[in-house]
């Protein structure tokens, strides 16, 4: 157990819908950090937030959003889905700390039919 | 700007092979480099880890060392097993400040 937390695991959608991932990050790990990864096309970085603001930004469509809250959870949005969003999507978080690992939650499975 | 970029797969062995899955990065000052590990159905793992130059991380019959010289973290084991059958990750914290970045992942497959 990683102790990062992702819900829902599995999510299955309509084209064109909007749907919330969830992530908890480990406790007192201050970057939250999204990725998608589709079958063939390895792991994508999307977005980074540190302490609720964000702080580096990948191959994110401008469909979706994320933010990170007081607690420190964040959400990842997902709107106007279409087929080719369906993906495992995970969450990392890591400490401030030179050398430190990212700690990944075990994925939110995808599927827009 | 700060990249990884690793050998691409599928790679294919037979147990008791030899394996390497090269790695090279590009980054400016001294990044931290990782190997992630990815077994099916599951989330990634760190596998090994180096901080600096020279640095041997270890794991697991894993090994891979941080050579500044030709930027590179490749990812070698001596005698690999079925159950290492999985998609590596070869990472790096560019400014040490954990601004993580993950190369396209080499899928392994061990055949017995």
């Known amino acids: 157990d990683s102790g990062v937390t992702q819900t829902p695991k599995h999510l299955i959608t309509a084209t064109g819908q909007r749907v919330t991932l969830r992530c908890s990050p480990r406790?007192?790990?201050?970057?939250v950090y999204w990725y998608q990864q589709s079958l063939d096309q390895g792991l994508q970085f999307l977005i980074q937030?540190?302490?609720?603001?964000?702080?580096a930004k990948g191959n994110i469509l401008e469909r979706f959003s994320a933010q990170q809250f007081p607690d420190l959870h964040s959400e990842l949005n997902l709107s106007s889905l279409e087929l080719g969003d369906s993906a495992l999507y995970f969450c990392?978080?890591?400490?401030?700390?030179?050398?430190?690992?990212?700690?990944f939650g075990q994925g939110t499975r995808l599927t827009v039919v | 700007g700060n990249s990884v970029t690793q050998m691409e797969g599928p790679v294919t062995l037979s147990e008791e092979a030899f394996l390497t899955i090269n790695c090279t990065y590009t980054?400016?000052?001294?990044?931290?480099l990782f190997w992630y590990v990815q077994y099916p159905g599951e989330g990634l793992q760190l596998l090994l880890k180096?901080?600096?130059?020279?640095d041997k991380g270890s794991n697991k019959g894993f090994e891979a060392t941080y050579r500044k010289e030709t930027t590179s973290f490749h990812l070698e084991k001596g005698s690999v097993q079925v159950s290492d059958s999985a998609v590596y990750f070869c990472?790096?914290?560019?400014?040490?400040?954990?601004?993580?970045?993950f190369g396209a992942g080499t899928r392994l497959t061990v055949k017995p």
């Open positions: 180096a901080t600096k130059a020279d």
């Open positions: 980054a400016t000052g001294y990044p931290s």
């Open positions: 990392a978080s890591s400490p401030r700390r030179v050398g430190a690992e990212a700690f």
């Open positions: 406790s007192g790990d201050l970057s």
């Open positions: 937030y540190y302490n609720g603001e964000e702080r």
């Open positions: 990472a790096l914290d560019p400014y040490n400040n954990n601004d993580m970045r």
